[in-house]
């Protein structure tokens, strides 16, 4: 079956940064869009960044455009989200998600499968 293990988070401070790993397996993963999402306390799942397998087509969320970047390593079927210029806002649990539909979709609901998650802590 899909499995999708998320690593990366911890703790940095304002300013920093940090590289999440989303290592995919169960799958031909080349007509899957993958996403990444993040969970604040209290609030709602929140769409981040998204890209096609095939082709590297992506789009961010506007909180973290021109700070963030969604990339895919073929070879090693994983997918990284490089977070710079990091906020305190930024705290969350991040989320690795497959959408086998292959489509730029930013709803939680679209993704078929999920990692159990990481935390990224942005201290001030």
């Known amino acids: 079956q899909v499995q999708l293990v998320e690593s990366g988070g911890g703790l940095v401070q304002a300013g920093g940064s940090l590289r999440l790993s989303c290592a995919a397996s169960g799958r031909t993963f080349s007509r899957y869009a993958m996403g990444w999402f993040r969970q604040a306390p209290g609030k709602e799942r929140e769409f981040v960044a998204v890209?096609?397998?095939?082709?590297?087509?992506?789009y961010y969320a506007d909180s973290v455009k021109g700070r963030f970047t969604i990339s895919r390593d073929s070879a090693k079927n994983t997918v990284y989200l490089q977070m710079n210029s990091l906020k305190p806002e930024d705290t969350a649990v991040y989320y690795c998600?497959?959408?086998?539909?292959?489509?730029?979709?930013?709803?939680?609901?679209?993704?078929?499968?999920w990692g159990q998650g990481t935390q990224v802590t942005v201290s001030s």
């Open positions: 890209i096609r397998w095939s082709g590297g087509s992506t």
């Open positions: 998600a497959a959408d086998q539909d292959w489509g730029l979709n930013l709803g939680p609901h679209e993704y078929d499968y």
